[in-house]
């Protein structure tokens, strides 16, 4: 679809929707519903999701029209808006959901649809990025801003939600899951599994831009399993490991002294599982500090472009891996804290609430 006014009847349909309340799922309910799938139990829920995420994906393109500083202006930015409005098109002119063969079709769109926003991220790193090009870089920032990364905490965050709603009822068509997976929610997940690939990933990616990497070294107890969703606690450990990986090779790179390693502990604590990843990267100076949860002072120079052409994962990414990762932890109740001692490293502690206690209903 091309990048212009949305037709009036389609603009009045996404503010319609986007003024409906969205229904917050739990997970508890998540798992409950998900332990033993059948037919019926999937053509409920492929029910609940034809009528909420026309709600939640219209919040979404009715926000990206009205970003402050010509954000929406952009073309990254109308790019991704107009993904969200042929998202909620495609789900809003499927019929309802009635039996078994409409919950297959529904759940094949829905599966397309979260295809489709994979590059959402970089996509809205190109567009901040051409904004404050345009507003003659940081030092030329004016006043509010910070308007903007509150936006896009509240777009992740959402986004977060959309695409755990529809891996969840994709992943419950898996014919044969593992033992103790429910979808996307691995009920005896491995930290110090999930700890091992996501560094050797980060190690891969290191090894390939520098020619050589830093080790990695875990600690704690290896039969530990706790309930969480894989893919979520990869992508936190990969990015925090790939920052330190980074900063440690930079640091040793023209040294004579051996590269320490990157030490990642995992304690079982009462309330929260916490994984803490140290480095002796040289850490970061205090005035610093709370730029590294922003979006809007990147040193990434070229963000990965929209039409898949980038190389692949790079080590210095667009920017976003800790802000997008404290999301992450913050979606199920944890928390990322980072304590940084200029001239030797940085600590990260990754807290993770235990899953499948809380009823709270997720975002």
């Known amino acids: 679809m091309a990048s212009e006014p949305v037709a009036r009847a389609v603009a009045e349909e996404v503010a319609r929707w986007g003024a409906m309340r969205q229904t917050g799922v739990s997970l508890r309910h998540m798992m409950e519903f998900g332990a033993r799938p059948t037919e019926r139990t999937l053509l409920l829920a492929a029910q609940f999701l034809h009528k ?28 991704v808006r107009d993904w969200y409005v042929e998202s909620f098109r495609d789900i809003r002119s499927f019929p309802e959901v009635r039996n078994q063969e409409d919950e297959l079709a529904f759940t094949q769109m829905i599966k397309m649809i979260r295809v489709r926003h994979t590059n959402v991220v970089p996509a809205i790193a190109l567009g901040v990025q051409q904004m404050k090009k345009d507003l003659g870089g940081p030092k030329a920032f004016p006043p509010g801003i910070h308007e903007i990364h509150q936006f896009l905490d509240r777009f992740y965050m959402s986004r977060i939600g959309i695409r755990m709603l529809i891996g969840q009822h994709v992943a419950l068509h898996d014919p044969d899951p593992e033992p103790g997976v429910i979808g996307l929610i691995n009920t005896k997940m491995s930290p110090m599994t999930v700890a091992r690939i996501a560094s050797e990933d980060a190690r891969a990616i290191c090894m390939r831009e520098y020619g050589s990497s830093p080790d990695v070294d875990i600690y704690g107890d290896p039969g530990f399993t706790f309930p969480y969703v894989t893919p979520h606690l990869h992508l936190m450990i990969f990015e925090l490991v790939k920052n330190s990986l980074r900063a440690v090779q930079e640091r040793y790179m023209d040294s004579d002294k051996l590269a320490p390693p990157v030490r990642i502990i995992v304690a079982d604590g009462a309330e929260d599982v916490t994984i803490k990843i140290s480095d002796e990267g040289g850490g970061i100076p205090r005035s610093g500090l709370s730029r590294i949860f922003t979006y809007l002072y990147s040193t990434a120079e070229n963000p990965p472009d929209l039409d898949g052409h980038n190389e692949g994962v790079t080590m210095a990414g667009y920017g976003y891996g800790i802000p997008i990762s404290r999301l992450y932890a913050r979606y199920f109740g944890g928390d990322l804290q980072i304590i940084s001692m200029e001239g030797y490293g940085t600590d990260a502690y990754l807290h993770l609430s235990r899953l499948g206690d809380s009823e709270e209903p997720l975002t």
């Open 52 to 79: 909420e995420l026309p709600i939640r994906i219209a919040r979404r393109a009715l926000d990206l029209d009205s970003l402050p500083f010509g954000l929406s202006t952009k073309p990254a930015i109308l790019k």
